[in-house]
């Protein structure tokens, strides 16, 4: 029978891993052409520049397929749609035309104290066709 | 109680920093730390701002306890000092009642949570007898070619001791002087890791602040608490390396 040839992985330290990574891809990008070398710097800084604005929340599907489907009919970014409904929500709650109170559920999560019942509204959007 | 030695027979890798370093960090996280001192300079003691003396002389060749000999430095950081009079006790493992443990039966009587030893860049009878009184070897080391090749004797040498039935519980290799811009660092980096494998801890980076904390007689944490050399250094929204990150690792082990 054929033996493979097998190699045992080691199993390094995650930080010092992680700093190879970087060091190889730094050692790599110094024997390229001075030209892809600032393109690849000015990726990295790009990239970087972003990390600041970026934000995972969990929203309704139907929310984010409504907030899809206007984006493309305006041909805009999602980002700044999104970006801009909240800034309307923001300068509401703090001139009070919108409160939370109407909203708020106890929680039963140790996390929180409170949870946001949004059927309502959901259900009123639907009912007024803003959502499908 | 864990006890850690800290050896490399190449001079100048940061053993004594690192020593004093991960030593104090234990004292202020409330342990209660020994630092040994078995380097005949005895900078163990300069470094706390303290005067070296003949502790382990005293120790070993002259039979007063542990509680006699040890100066507290800081608060839970006790140290065992040395001088030149750490010569003569070489010269005592030559008697017929003295072995190469005695260091080993002294210290594991003692009350203390973790024992750090900081070695003299040698490979003689003292240095056999810091290995065998010790638990988990520290190996600190340059980021170049004859800095590693001490590495590679210390593992030869607890190999042997390992043979002659002493039981490490394990070791660790800890690049120190790191610079993460040049070549040979990332080719020597490399290369330990690929030999060496977890046994590689993250590395402490170069640091000029280390230099200067021994002239004023302070440790890291009281002369730069947030130096590069103890938080890492930068990598997007983290920090990579340091003594701090090898603290919480040494730290995991003393748990255990």
Same mark, same amino acid.
């Given at each position: 029978?054929?033996?493979?040839?097998?190699?045992?992985? +080691?199993?390094? !330290?995650?930080?010092?891993?992680?700093?190879?990574?970087?060091?190889?891809?730094?050692?790599?990008?110094?024997?390229?052409?001075?030209?892809?070398?600032?393109?690849?710097?000015?990726?990295?800084? +790009?990239?970087?520049?972003? +990390?600041?604005?970026?934000?995972?929340? !969990?929203?309704? @599907?139907?929310?984010?397929?409504?907030?899809?489907?206007?984006?493309?009919?305006?041909?805009?970014?999602?980002?700044?749609?999104?970006?801009?409904?909240?800034?309307?929500?923001?300068? !509401?709650?703090?001139?009070?035309?919108?409160?939370?109170?109407?909203?708020?559920?106890?929680?039963?999560? @140790?996390?929180?104290?409170?949870?946001?019942?949004?059927?309502?509204?959901?259900? +009123?959007?639907?009912?007024?066709?803003?959502?499908? | 109680?864990?006890?850690?030695?800290?050896?490399?027979?190449?001079?100048?890798?940061?053993? =004594?920093?690192?020593?004093?370093? *991960?030593?104090?960090?234990?004292?202020?996280?409330?342990?209660?730390?020994?630092?040994?001192?078995?380097?005949?300079?005895?900078?163990?003691?300069?470094?706390?701002?303290?005067?070296?003396?003949?502790? *382990?002389?005293?120790? $070993?060749?002259?039979?007063?306890?542990?509680?006699? #000999?040890?100066?507290?430095?800081?608060?839970?950081?006790?140290? $065992?000092?040395?001088?030149?009079? =750490?010569?003569?006790?070489?010269?005592?493992?030559?008697?017929?009642?003295?072995?190469?443990?005695?260091?080993?039966?002294?210290?594991?009587?003692?009350?203390?949570? #973790?024992?750090?030893?900081?070695?003299?860049?040698? /490979?003689? #009878?003292?240095? /056999?007898?810091?290995?065998?009184?010790?638990?988990?070897?520290?190996?600190?080391?340059?980021?170049?070619?004859?800095?590693?090749?001490?590495?590679?004797?210390?593992?030869?040498?607890?190999?042997?001791?390992?043979?002659?039935?002493? &039981?490490?519980?394990?070791?660790?290799? /800890?690049?120190?002087?790191?610079?993460?811009?040049?070549?040979?660092?990332?080719?020597? $980096?490399?290369?330990?890791?690929?030999?060496?494998?977890?046994?590689? /801890?993250?590395?402490?980076?170069?640091?000029?602040?280390?230099?200067?904390?021994?002239?004023?007689?302070?440790?890291?944490?009281?002369?730069? &608490?947030?130096?590069?050399?103890?938080?890492?250094?930068?990598?997007?929204?983290?920090?990579?390396?340091?003594?701090?990150?090898?603290? =919480?690792? $040494?730290?995991?082990? #003393?748990?255990?």
């Amino acid at each position: 029978m054929n033996k493979k040839e097998l190699e045992r992985r +080691k199993v390094l !330290d995650p930080t010092v891993a992680e700093l190879l990574a970087g060091m190889e891809q730094r050692q790599a990008e110094a024997q390229m052409p001075v030209r892809t070398r600032q393109k690849k710097a000015r990726e990295r800084a +790009k990239i970087q520049s972003r +990390k600041e604005a970026r934000a995972t929340y !969990d929203l309704p @599907p139907v929310i984010r397929s409504a907030i899809r489907e206007l984006a493309a009919q305006h041909n805009l970014p999602i980002s700044q749609l999104v970006s801009l409904a909240l800034i309307r929500f923001l300068n !509401d709650y703090s001139s009070e035309k919108i409160a939370l109170g109407p909203y708020k559920h106890p929680s039963h999560s @140790p996390k929180y104290d409170w949870v946001l019942d949004l059927s309502g509204e959901l259900k +009123k959007m639907e009912k007024e066709g803003t959502i499908s | 109680m864990k006890i850690f030695a800290f050896a490399n027979q190449k001079g100048g890798v940061g053993k =004594t920093t690192t020593a004093i370093t *991960l030593a104090h960090q234990f004292a202020i996280d409330g342990f209660r730390t020994l630092l040994v001192d078995l380097d005949p300079q005895g900078h163990v003691a300069i470094c706390l701002g303290l005067e070296k003396g003949p502790g *382990l002389y005293r120790l $070993l060749g002259q039979d007063e306890s542990l509680q006699e #000999v040890v100066l507290p430095a800081r608060s839970n950081l006790d140290i $065992l000092t040395s001088d030149k009079s =750490t010569e003569k006790v070489k010269r005592l493992f030559t008697l017929a009642n003295f072995s190469e443990k005695t260091l080993h039966h002294l210290l594991s009587k003692s009350t203390y949570d #973790v024992i750090f030893i900081d070695m003299a860049p040698s /490979l003689d #009878v003292l240095h /056999l007898s810091g290995l065998l009184a010790s638990d988990w070897v520290i190996i600190p080391t340059r980021l170049d070619a004859l800095a590693i090749d001490g590495v590679k004797e210390i593992a030869l040498t607890m190999a042997e001791l390992s043979r002659r039935g002493h &039981p490490f519980f394990g070791y660790s290799i /800890l690049p120190t002087f790191f610079e993460r811009t040049t070549r040979e660092s990332f080719l020597q $980096l490399e290369e330990l890791t690929r030999v060496f494998g977890s046994h590689v /801890l993250p590395p402490i980076p170069q640091d000029t602040r280390v230099r200067e904390a021994p002239a004023y007689g302070k440790t890291l944490m009281e002369y730069a &608490p947030h130096c590069t050399a103890l938080l890492g250094i930068h990598a997007n929204d983290h920090r990579i390396g340091g003594y701090i990150q090898v603290f =919480t690792r $040494l730290k995991e082990m #003393v748990n255990e």
